[in-house]
């Protein structure tokens, strides 16, 4: 099994299936329009930009599980990332990442790989794990602890790494690059 075998839903309801990137070196994030790492998204679309001719795509999924911080329609959704951020990066339906209900490839993702604990040198670690410990004791498990949890999968459909909401876009460039 690799997420090659796993089926989405697009912004306008269909289903797509990631074997359709069969190929691609692959970057899938849960991503959210009113977070503190809602800035990632313009670094995400350099990653995009830097890297989609040479076989590489970022799969971005919407999600309201954490403190409602992803509001709207899927269409409001990806305007408000194309008009602050130019994302061009394909963006899918929201829905759930995490717990009972979350989509079956972030069940899978989270089965390959767990949670790989945040960067405390990134200026809102701190506070992240100050809300979560307060308020989101349920979110201290392996699922996605927060928005923009990244995983890099390789070619084949393989899920290689995880980064962390403090892990910056940046920081996964020579990642990208090897897989390349």
């Known amino acids: 099994m690799n997420v090659y075998d796993f089926t989405v839903k697009t912004k ?35 990653l995009y930009d ?15 599980q954490f403190a409602n911080q992803s509001p709207g329609s899927d269409d409001e959704i990806q305007q408000f990332c194309k008009l602050n951020y130019g994302v061009t990066f394909t963006m899918f339906a929201k ?8 989509h079956p490839l972030f069940k899978y993702l989270t089965a390959q790989i767990g949670f790989q604990g945040f960067d405390m040198s990134h200026p809102i670690a701190q506070l992240l794990v100050d809300t979560l410990n307060e308020d989101f004791h349920e979110y201290m498990d392996d699922y996605p602890r927060w928005n923009f949890t990244k995983y890099l999968i ?15 876009p940046d920081k996964i460039a020579a990642d990208i690059e090897k897989l390349l």
């Not at 849960?30 to 313009?42: D, E, H, I, P, S």
């Open 12 to 46: 306008r309801g269909e289903d797509k299936s990631l074997a359709d990137y069969r190929g691609k070196v692959l970057l899938i994030v849960n991503t959210a329009t009113r977070c503190g790492f809602t800035v990632q998204l313009g670094d995400l679309q350099k």
């Open 50 to 64: 830097t890297y989609k001719d040479k076989g590489f795509e970022i799969l971005g999924f919407p999600s309201d």
């Open 95 to 102: 829905g759930d990442v995490r717990g009972e209900t979350a």
């Open 154 to 168: 390789d070619r084949e459909g393989n899920v290689v790494a995880r980064f962390e909401p403090t892990t910056t």
